[in-house]
């Protein structure tokens, strides 16, 4: 990408209305999907990878040259400190995902009610878990959204796919989460413990400042980038 933004064309070139439209609808189905494979169906705890993976990949694309299709807070933190994401912007990103993700845990209550059982996990295993695959994918996006793949029509498979492999290698460690909204989202139908969020929060701001420096260091002999254009 020309600019460095998120994907091609230049997403923050939409209303800000607009990109938070497209943060909310894709932030509340990814909730969803995940939901509905993961609360009171343990057949489908197998292939419920797959199924997010392709969810996700399919929103990215869509949402992609809109909002950046970040669905997750530690990707807007990734965007704030790598990108040049506008300070304008952080707060609504963050409460459209944090709503969204509310909203979908509230509507599986509906059609499904509270989790049978908490998962409760060993905490510093889970917190590993957490910091590697979302570092993964912090990592990833950062590099799929580089200006040496400017133009690359792959990225949506590469986020879709991280998030995928890391639900099949650490579901059964952390939950694999790799994002504070979906931790949310489970938390309130009690697949997830309240007193766990710390996990799911230190883990990815760590996570994310150690791809940040990362993508740095793998920068540092390029030209620089610009910053995302406002909108």
């Excluded at 869509?62 to 807070?73: K, R, T």
């Excluded at 996570?207 to 909108?231: F, K, N, T």
Aim: glycine content about 6%.
């Amino acid at each position: 990408m020309g600019d460095d933004s998120l994907y091609n064309p230049s997403p923050m070139n939409a209303k800000l209305s607009a990109r938070i439209l497209v943060e909310t609808i894709g932030t509340f189905l990814l909730a969803f999907t995940i939901q509905m494979v993961v609360l009171h169906v343990p057949d489908l705890a197998f292939v419920a990878p797959l199924a997010i993976a392709l969810v996700l990949t399919a929103l990215v694309y869509a949402g992609g040259p809109i909002s950046g299709a970040m669905y997750n807070p530690a990707i807007v933190m990734v965007f704030a400190l790598a990108r040049d994401l506008p300070r304008r912007d952080w707060i609504p990103y963050l409460f459209a995902q944090f709503i969204a993700a509310a909203a979908a845990a509230g509507l599986a209550l509906i059609l499904r009610g509270s989790a049978e059982t908490t998962f409760a996990p060993n905490l510093m295993h889970a917190w590993i878990a957490e910091c590697v695959f979302t570092f993964a994918l912090a990592w990833i996006i950062l590099q799929a959204t580089s200006r040496r793949n400017d133009g690359n029509q792959w990225y949506g498979m590469a986020i879709g796919f991280i998030v995928g492999a890391g639900a099949w290698a650490v579901g059964a460690v952390s939950g694999a989460a790799f994002n504070p909204a979906v931790w949310l989202s489970l938390a309130i139908t009690d697949k997830l413990a309240w007193s766990s969020w710390w996990i799911y929060v230190s883990a990815e701001v760590l996570a994310v400042v150690l791809a940040v420096v990362c993508q740095r260091i793998i920068e540092s002999g390029e030209p620089p980038c610009d910053p995302i254009s406002p909108s």
